[in-house]
């Protein structure tokens, strides 16, 4: 019984952790501008959120249910997360890590439309 419950609060612990704690060594970006050089922006958020307003510079659409699937077609390039929220942005930022991309920041919600003129 103890280890049942045991296991139960050792997976609710890892599963709030990979939803909520920061990932660390990754930057928030307020705008696009703030991105240096040569970055591939990856979008996660789901089709429905995108406004159709993305930042100059190469964009991959890829939602966060499909990026486990289709990572390997992500060049390896620094990478700017754009996420709608922040369990999005964690879980997206970790998954891209593991795989051996470098994260160079991250961008959330309308936050990375382009700049106004």
């Known amino acids: 019984m103890y280890a049942a419950l045991g296991f139960l609060l050792l997976?609710?612990?890892?599963?709030?952790?990979?939803?909520?704690?920061?990932?660390?060594?990754?930057?928030?970006?307020?705008n696009e501008t703030s991105a240096d050089?040569?970055?591939?922006?990856?979008?996660?958020?789901?089709?429905?959120?995108?406004?159709?307003?993305?930042?100059?510079?190469?964009?991959?659409?890829?939602?966060?249910?499909?990026?486990?699937?289709?990572?390997n077609t992500i060049e390896q390039k620094p990478i700017v997360v754009i996420a709608e929220d922040i369990s999005a942005k964690n879980m997206s930022i970790r998954w891209l890590k593991r795989k051996g991309y470098k994260i160079q920041g991250y961008c959330l919600g309308k936050a990375c439309s382009p700049r106004e003129t």
Request: net charge negative; proline share 7%.
């Open 11 to 30: 997976w609710l612990m890892f599963s709030l952790y990979y939803r909520f704690v920061p990932v660390l060594g990754v930057d928030h970006l307020q």
């Open 37 to 71: 050089g040569d970055v591939l922006y990856v979008d996660v958020r789901d089709y429905q959120y995108v406004d159709g307003e993305l930042p100059e510079g190469e964009v991959v659409p890829m939602p966060l249910a499909h990026l486990k699937r289709h990572y």
